[in-house]
């Protein structure tokens, strides 16, 4: 730090007998201390008060350099102010909560819960069982919330009320598949399936919420826990912030269990981690007839193999190669018999980015590309790309600050051999809508066991959890919260 004293001018000493080079001195010490972060915040504090003593009792040219080095070191408090707490501070909380969650007693009554979903599945927007399971035990504990969100979403609240807000997140939805693993709570609901571990995200939501309810006093503001309906293709996390549910909160985290990985360790990355992706359908109108007389018709199936061809050539032709995107045809529809030329045929895809300008550029060409080809061929052709859901989903990109956060508390939790970098992926989620609207941060939680045959991709019907990542998920949920508020709470 340069000497800013007029060196013209005559040394002058305060009525405690202070020159300007003492104040200078002390000056430089107090910022040499911070630098090092040796010295905590309050003592900083009070050096600042000697400091604003003393210069209020010289001449005011001699003030401006001082209120200049002021200026600078009360803006890096403010920043020092929000940075994560320290390992020495992490370690002790970090082990608490999770020797709490694996206490046998709380363990299995986790465990219990989660079963209990996983025995009910239901699909978006009608998770009424679910809900109400929730609701039920959210009162057991003593927690308020607000209810119905989103239909058949809840909001409980922990903590003063007061910022800063730290929401965590669960979908709560199953997914429309047969679950073929045979154990004793296998799905009793035919058809339908815990396949993407909703049930086990909901479990670990709730109990950090038993965690951070033990230690509501403690808390430095407030924690909103939002058990989410529809993400499995109903844009829940939209309807949610249509219903206010994040108006407050400052950032939103949440984890999602991967058998990617083995159990206990935590994956994620800053920036984009899944794609945005959309949905779409295209119907090819044409003119039916005998197949023995093309010329008299319009044949559809031959403009849509046409638009089908030039779909590929999007990715292919007009996207930078070192850009993920995918367009992707899934399904076509068209004719019954084979010497009739039908009226219409129907096919249709997803379609992929890793940004949202990406996103909007594919939807944009898919829809060129099919009406002019449908034109090509005389025919007609109408789109849907199911906007009232709405999709596409926005890519899920995690806030680099609230990630560097969470990384930091799962290393002091589970090791850092055992947090990550996960690859970006072409998969969606739709908590891309909450990192539209706030703060937010998704880690993967590892669940594979070979032992077990919790193995299997998400969304198989073999899909299975290895219970004993729930009390990971459950302290790793608290102690982020928890931490969160201690980092960015500002005394009034």
């Known amino acids: 730090m340069g000497n800013f004293q007029d060196p013209n ?19 430089h010490n107090t910022l040499s201390q911070h630098v090092s972060f040796t010295i905590e915040i309050k003592e900083s504090l009070k050096r600042l008060s000697q400091l604003s ?23 890096q408090w403010q920043s020092w102010a929000l940075e994560t707490p320290s390992d020495i501070e992490l370690e002790p909380l970090t082990r608490e909560l999770l020797e709490s969650a694996k206490k046998l007693e709380f363990f299995e009554w986790m465990r219990g819960f989660r079963r209990k979903i996983h025995e009910y599945p239901e699909v978006g927007f009608e998770e009424h069982k679910t809900s109400q399971l929730i609701r039920t035990e959210l009162d ?16 409980a609240t922990i903590g003063s009320g007061a910022k800063p807000v730290f929401s965590l997140r669960a979908d709560m939805d199953g997914l429309p598949i047969k679950e ?15 396949a993407c571990g909703h049930d086990s995200h909901v479990a670990m939501v709730l109990g950090a919420a038993k965690l951070l309810h033990s230690r509501r006093d403690e808390l430095k503001g407030t924690v909103k826990l ?10 829940g996390a939209y309807h949610m912030l249509l219903d206010g549910a994040l108006d407050d909160v400052d950032a939103i985290f949440a984890l999602h269990v991967l058998p990617a990985y083995p159990t206990g360790i935590l994956s994620s990355r800053p920036g984009a981690m899944t794609s945005g992706a959309g949905l779409f359908s295209a119907t090819i109108q044409g003119k039916g007839g005998h197949a023995a007389l093309p010329h008299l018709n319009r044949d559809p199936i031959l403009a849509a193999s046409f638009a089908i061809v030039a779909l590929q050539q999007i990715v292919s032709r007009e996207t930078d190669p070192l850009e993920a995107r995918v367009v992707t045809v899934g399904f076509m529809e068209g004719g019954k018999v084979a010497n009739v030329i039908p009226e219409s045929v129907r096919f249709g895809g997803t379609f992929r980015s890793l940004t949202n ?25 109408t789109l849907d790309f199911l906007e009232d859901v709405p999709l596409p989903y926005p890519v899920l990109s995690n806030d680099e600050e609230l990630y560097e956060h969470a990384k930091k508390v799962g ?18 989620e739709d908590f891309g809508f909450f990192s539209l609207k706030t703060k937010a941060a998704m880690f993967g939680l590892g669940i594979r066991n070979e032992t077990l045959k919790s193995n299997q991709v998400l969304h198989s019907p073999y899909f299975f959890l290895d219970e004993s990542a729930l009390p990971i998920g459950a302290a790793f949920h608290a102690a982020v919260a928890i931490s969160y508020l201690d980092s960015h709470f500002v005394a009034q």
């Open 9 to 27: 001018a005559s040394v002058q000493k305060d009525q405690n007998g202070k020159t300007q080079a003492d104040l200078n001195v002390l000056l």
């Open 53 to 75: 003593k003393y210069l209020s009792k010289v001449g005011s040219a001699k003030l401006m350099g001082f209120i200049f080095c002021l200026l600078l070191l009360t803006f």
């Open 140 to 155: 057991s504990l003593g927690i308020s919330y607000k209810w119905p969100v989103a239909k058949t979403g809840v909001v």
């Open 180 to 194: 073929l693993v045979e154990w004793e709570h296998k799905s009793k609901v035919d058809g339908k399936m815990h």
């Open 226 to 235: 939002v058990f989410q309906p529809g993400e499995e293709g109903y844009a």
């Open 357 to 381: 300008e990406g996103l909007s550029y594919l939807q944009t060409r898919i829809k060129e590309v099919i009406e002019m080809q449908a034109a090509v061929h005389q025919c007609t052709a």
């Open 411 to 428: 290393e002091t939790l589970v090791g850092e051999a055992n947090v990550q970098l996960h690859p970006a992926i072409t998969g969606a």
